[in-house]
């Protein structure tokens, strides 16, 4: 499976699963476990995109605004990361590689974790500020990470 069709499919089981996922989450209460839908996102991002576009004992920085931290895996726990998503602007004349975070929305000017994820929220390369850009602006590209 290439890089591409894994995101496209993991955007669209996202938004597909979202409405029956927040059911569940409001059943659990929100209180009780607040970062139930991080933890639901990780888990399958591992199984449905890791699993498929990488082999063996190569992984993926964490799905989401977290930093690269290998305690927050759900399988092979600790393991590092050894490969990253890198994005480029379609639009930009001149390319930066951007790191990808997650999927998103945007509502009125507001980034929210919600369906339809029509949107990719992307680290800058200074490593501290983030910009969200259509998906359809976005390239993908996967990159080893030396040392790894």
């Given at each position: 499976?290439t890089?591409e069709s894994?995101?496209i499919k ?9 409405p ?32 498929k576009?990488l082999?063996?004992?190569?992984f ?6 977290a ?8 399988t092979?726990t600790?393991?590092?990361v050894?490969?990253?998503?890198i994005c ?21 000017d ?5 369906a339809?994820?029509d ?11 983030v ?17 790894a």
């Amino acid at each position: 499976m290439t890089l591409e069709s894994a995101l496209i499919k993991f955007r669209l089981f996202l938004t597909d699963s979202w409405p029956i996922l927040l059911a569940f989450a409001n059943d659990a209460g929100w209180d009780d476990d607040p970062y139930f839908l991080d933890r639901w996102q990780q888990a399958n991002w591992e199984l449905l995109v890791e699993q498929k576009i990488l082999s063996g004992q190569q992984f993926l920085p964490p799905y989401g605004y977290a930093k690269e931290d290998p305690g927050l895996r759900h399988t092979n726990t600790d393991s590092a990361v050894t490969h990253r998503i890198i994005c480029f602007d379609k639009l930009e004349t001149v390319k930066r590689s951007y790191r990808f975070l997650c999927f998103v929305t945007r509502r009125h000017d507001t980034v929210c974790i919600d369906a339809p994820f029509d949107y990719v929220s992307l680290r800058l390369p200074n490593g501290r500020d983030v910009r969200d850009l259509p998906v359809s602006q976005v390239e993908f590209h996967l990159e080893a990470i030396s040392g790894a």
